[in-house]
């Protein structure tokens, strides 16, 4: 499956710094999910964006999908230790196939 | 909750060894996946299953095969192992839903390492 290109691939912040994390696909996707795993952890599910230039939020979380639906983004303010982790995306690949991006890992100083 | 276990969460075998990952759901999900994952290289799906008895292979199949014989439980066989398969290995599971992509549970992963 055609991966797609999630940067940056690493980012520390300092506690209450923003972070943003980038999805890019050079074909349109139908959908892009967006899965949190913390360290030790296994991924797990935050949400799916369908919609062209759909805008979702989650606390201090917001999603967006492109409006040419080749992109996505994932926005944290003021980020806090509880954030730590790796952030994949995940494109749909038919069939309830997903093909992920290759994952961007937050860390958080205080 | 869904709940996906996988047998062991750390695993050692040596160089040409058989071995058996196994992963169980206990939501009667529909489809069920392997991944590896590897720092940098992200999720990469090696196989996936539709339904019972049925496979396909995902991105990186070579040197892996699976079994799907009931609906609850995929395994990942290696037949003979090798040191670039030492990886951490995560089974997925997910209900199937028609004309959509549905939400993937994940298990809590096996770190295989191959000496």
């Known amino acids: 499956g055609q991966q797609v290109m999630q940067i940056p691939q690493y980012q520390h912040v300092q506690e209450g710094e923003d972070f943003t994390t980038y999805c890019n696909s050079s074909?349109?996707?139908?959908?892009i999910q967006w899965y949190k795993q913390r360290p030790g952890g296994h991924p797990v599910f935050l949400i799916q964006l369908v919609k062209s230039g759909e805008v979702k939020k989650q606390k201090r979380l917001t999603f967006q999908f492109g409006e040419a639906k080749k992109n996505s983004s994932l926005h944290i303010t003021a980020t806090q230790t509880t954030d730590v982790g790796t952030y994949f995306c995940?494109?749909?690949?038919?069939?309830?196939?997903?093909?992920f991006g290759t994952g961007t890992q937050l860390k958080v100083e205080l | 909750d869904v709940k996906v276990t996988q047998s062991s969460r750390y695993l050692v075998k040596r160089t040409g060894e058989k071995v058996f990952l196994e992963c169980v759901q206990d939501?009667?999900?529909?489809?069920m996946f392997w991944y590896r994952q590897d720092p940098g290289l992200g999720l990469r799906l090696i196989y996936f299953s539709y339904d019972v008895k049925m496979k396909e292979k995902g991105d990186i199949p070579e040197g892996y095969s699976v079994s799907r014989e009931k609906k609850e439980r995929f395994s990942l066989i290696l037949e003979s192992a090798s040191t670039n398969q030492t990886s951490m290995y995560l089974c997925a599971s997910s209900a199937g839903l028609a004309g959509g992509t549905d939400t993937q549970y994940f298990g809590p992963g096996t770190r295989l390492t191959v000496l």
């Open positions: 995940g494109r749909a690949g038919g069939g309830n196939k997903l093909t």
């Open positions: 939501m009667d999900h529909e489809n």
């Open positions: 074909t349109t996707l139908s959908n």
